[in-house]
Structures are given as C-alpha cells and as structure tokens.
C-alpha cells in the first residue's frame, strides 16, 4: 500500500486509516446531535410536565377541563401529534388572522404553532437577534431541533405579517418549510386596505388546495363557517358564566381550554366546551363558587400566554387574586366575533370571513387601535375587573407602545394597572410574585377603603 506524504504537518498518511477516522468522527457528531436532542426533549417535557401538574392542581378545575389539560400533556409532554384522521394534512399557523374556515374547508387540519416553550426559546436565542420576542426565538427552536410532530407534520405554515419579527420569522420558514406570507392590513375602516386583505385570501386557498388535495366549494366554506359559528357560541357562553361573581371557573384554566383550542378540531372542543358550559351552570345553580366575595378580579391584557408559559396567570391565583378577564390574542379574542354572513355568495362568504378576522381585532398592528380602548373598558364593566396586568413579553414593541395610553385611560376610571415585562425564563418569577402579590394587596386595601363604614356603636 502506498503511502501519501502530508506536507502541512509533515506526517505520514493512510488513506484507509484516515478514512476510519473520518467515518468514526462522523459517527461521534451524529451521536453528540441526538444527545443534544435528547436532552433537549427531556428538558422541554419536564417543564411542560411541572407546568401542567401546577394547572392541574390549581383548585377548583371543572371535571369537563380535564380533555384540556390532556392534549396540553400529548402534544408538550409526551410530544405526540394532534389527532386527525391519517389523509388529514396539518396546516400551522402563527396568528388569530389566520381564517381557520378556509383550512377546514379544504379538509385539512389547522394547528396554532405560537410557542410558550422555555427550553425551545433557549434554543432560539442563538438562531435569531438577542431581542427578537420570545415567541419567535421559541418557534425557531423548535423548528431547529425537529422534535415536535405538530412542527415536523405541517404541510403548510401560514405566517400573517403583523410585526417585523413575524416578517423575517416566515423568511427563515420558508428555508425550511412551504410557508405562505398572509399580508395583513395597517388599517381596518379602509375599504381598500380590506380589499387587499381579500385577495390576499384568495391568493391562500390554491396554496391550501395544492397540500390538501382537495378543492374548496361554497358547500365546505359554509359548513366550516357554521362549524366556527357553533364553536363561537359555546365560546359566548362561557364568556357568560366568567362574568359570575363570585367566579365560576379559575381564569388560568379558561386560558388553557384556550391554548387547547389549538391543537383540537373544532367540532371536538366545541363538544367538550358544551359539556363544560352545562358543568358550569350546575355550580352557579349549586352556588358552587372558586372564589370569595371580595377576593379581587383582575384582567390581563397585552402580549399572548401561551403553554407552558403560563407563570403569570398562575400567580395571580396564587397570590390570592381570580382571574376573570383574558384580552389576549391566545385568549378571548380569538373566539368572540361569530362571522356575519349577509352576501350568500362564495365571494359574499370571502368578504365575511375577511371582515371577521380584521375589524373587530384589537391586535396592536394596526395604526389606529382605539377599539381596542373600547373593548377593555368594555370587559372591565362586564366583568366587575378590579385591576389590570398588562403583560409585555420582551421586545414585543407592538404592545409596548399601546401601554401608556391605556394606563392613561383607566386612571379616568380609577382602574389600577401594572405592567409586567417578562421572557420565556424562570429565573424572573419570585420578582414577578413580589410585584404581582403587591399589585393584589393595593386592590385589597382599595376595595377596604371604598366599603361603607358601620355606624359606630355609642355607649
């Protein structure tokens, strides 16, 4: 066997060894991939697993909550994919504009993949700018480590560009995945900005029908709104029992029904939503109360909460606050607007959907955001809210911006708010308990000193 004179270090070389060598250091960078991968998953599970254990044990749970906690626990315990039948194509999406009728319609699934992870947003970190939102650094990373079928499974990804982040978020996609970018309107009451959302819907449904196979037909567009519309009710009457003083239902496990809604089909959360809308009017019948009398109901607003994010909500019950208001984009507001048909046509239907999913949203993108004033005044009344938390998930400029106004606006109302800057970290949560906790202590003493005084007793 000949031998090769390395010149760079003056060595003798075997191409045959040398080739060993190099399949060997192969060999040991694949296996120090899947280790990382490996304790990337173990690490995720556990967190997700203490998160959901935490929401689980929060007192007072509905016994029809339970199909709720258990997809939180398939898809980010045991890192399962959602149930759908095996021709079934996932489409992901990263926003509330995204109009889920229109995946329905063309049999496929639509799954929400906005993250709350914390070990996949550790990931993200090193893929995306150091102050890019946790959201996004969370998304990434999961898309990175290939470890979540909901991620791996998606035909198409939908991304609306409702933030820069989101705009170079669906850049880095598309490298990786079919992605559609869905332009969303700066404006709601122009009607040729609402014209341009239109197309831009048209424009999705052949991206949908190439990866679902099927054609959409005014029949499947109307029976996927009617499915939407029965979902919303049920969502309206929920809405209903969470105004009840005392509280019927802890907030923290009415934001996770939400985030359930993710990753169920329609048809089978609005059941079970059904079934806990009968539970609930059972405890207000029975007076089967979560909460005390004068125990302060607080709202959050702001960035979205997302699972196993869910340290804030969590505070606040824990701290001796209920939670009875949610105006967050992974909350309420996703469901509360039905679509208002009134053109029957297939273009009628189109312009419907676009209407709904633009002009009630009080989403920050959109340069005049007054409405979305209106509707927190408009919760805080309906709710009997004592104190607003607005929550900022660090560098989320869209929501920061619309802070300073709405503080201004409840000080008309004597409404107390605090916000609250956080990450998809532990490490900031005992601080967020001393703040949180002092927040409710002020409503307390507050709501004491507004209590009529006794007549004193004169001897």
């Known amino acids: 066997m000949s ?110 993949l906005c993250s709350g992870s914390y070990t996949a947003f550790a990931i993200g970190d090193d893929l995306v700018p150091r102050d890019a939102c946790p959201l996004i650094k969370a998304v990434m990373g999961f898309q990175a480590m290939e470890v979540m079928p909901i991620y791996d499974d998606c035909a198409l990804m939908v991304v609306p560009i409702t933030c820069d982040c989101k705009k170079k978020m669906a850049g880095m996609l598309k490298q990786r995945v079919s992605t559609y970018a869905l332009h969303v309107p700066t404006a709601k009451s122009d009607d040729s900005d609402m014209e341009q959302y239109v197309q831009e819907l048209y424009q999705l449904i052949p991206e949908l029908e190439a990866v679902s196979g099927q054609t959409i037909s005014y029949q499947s567009l109307a029976a996927s709104i009617d499915a939407m519309g029965f979902a919303q009710y049920q969502m309206s009457k929920f809405n209903e029992f969470k105004k009840h003083v005392p509280a019927l239902i802890k907030g923290t496990h009415a934001m996770a029904l939400m985030n359930a809604f993710s990753y169920l089909p329609v048809a089978q959360w609005s059941q079970q939503m059904h079934l806990l809308n009968q539970e609930l009017a059972q405890r207000k019948k029975d007076k089967h109360y979560v909460s005390k009398d004068k125990q302060p109901r607080i709202m959050i607003t702001g960035s979205p909460i997302i699972f196993p994010n869910i340290k804030i909500p969590l505070l606040i019950e824990e701290t001796g606050g209920i939670l009875v208001g949610d105006e967050t984009c992974m909350g309420e507001r996703s469901l509360y607007d039905p679509t208002v048909v009134v053109d029957q046509s297939f273009d009628g239907l189109m312009r419907s959907l676009a209407n709904r999913y633009t002009r009630p949203c009080t989403c920050p993108t959109f340069v005049d955001n007054s409405q979305r004033i209106y509707r927190i005044k408009q919760m805080i009344a309906d709710h009997q809210v004592q104190g607003v938390v607005y929550h900022v998930l660090r560098g989320c400029l869209v929501y920061d911006f619309e802070y300073q106004t709405l503080e201004d606006e409840l000080g008309k109302l004597d409404v107390p708010v605090i916000r609250v800057e956080s990450d998809y970290n532990e490490e900031d949560i005992e601080q967020l308990r001393i703040r949180i906790e002092a927040f409710i202590e002020l409503i307390k003493l507050k709501d004491l000193a507004l209590r009529p005084k006794k007549p004193g007793i004169v001897g």
Not at 6 to 12: G, T, V
Not at 50 to 60: A, F, M
């Open 3 to 112: 031998l090769i004179n390395n010149k760079k270090n003056n060595q003798e070389v075997n191409p045959v060894t040398d080739s060993k060598q190099d399949n060997h250091s192969c060999k040991s960078a694949t296996t120090m991939v899947e280790r990382q991968r490996q304790r990337f998953v173990d690490k995720a599970t556990k967190v997700s697993a203490k998160y959901l254990r935490r929401l689980v044990e929060l007192p007072g749970a509905p016994d029809a909550m339970q199909p709720f906690f258990q997809v939180l626990g398939d898809i980010y315990v045991d890192l399962k994919n959602v149930e759908k039948p095996a021709d079934t194509k996932i489409v992901g999406t990263y926003c509330v504009m995204v109009p889920d009728e229109l995946i329905y319609a063309v049999g496929a699934q639509p799954v929400k």
